[in-house]
Each structure stands twice: as C-alpha cells, then as structure tokens.
C-alpha cells in the first residue's frame, strides 16, 4: 500500500512538472536550447565525456524503458 501511495506522490510531482514545462514561454526555451546547444558545441570542440550523473539517468531510463517494454532502448 505504501508503494502504491509513494508512486501516486510521484506522478503528481511529474503532473505539476510537465505543466511548467508546457506553461513556459516560447523565448525562455529558445534561450534555453541555444545555451544547450553552445555548451554541446563547447563539449564536442574539447572532447570532453559524459559525466557519470548523465550516464546515471540514461542507465535509470533504459531500466525504466525496459521494464515495460522487456527490450532493450536501442
């Protein structure tokens, strides 16, 4: 029962969320992925690698992805 209720408390904080997101404003995300695509630029001129807490999330979305699907992500 705890389980079920520690879930629903997540999926209203990602509801509540993803209305920010959708609530922004169109200049605040153009800024936004200009800064993303200037610091990508910037990792990919100096060849710098993923830090481990990228790598954490995508090892967190591949379990999650997987653990509906049965597949793998890729």
Do not use: K
């Amino acid at each position: 029962m705890l389980r079920l209720l520690l879930i629903l408390v997540q999926l209203a904080a990602e509801a509540v969320c993803w209305c920010g997101l959708v609530l922004r404003s169109q200049r605040s995300i153009e800024a936004e992925n200009l800064f993303l695509r200037r610091q990508l630029a910037l990792y990919v001129e100096r060849g710098v690698e993923p830090r481990r807490m990228i790598r954490q999330h995508e090892s967190r979305w591949r379990s999650f992805h997987d653990s509906f699907t049965g597949g793998t992500l890729w």
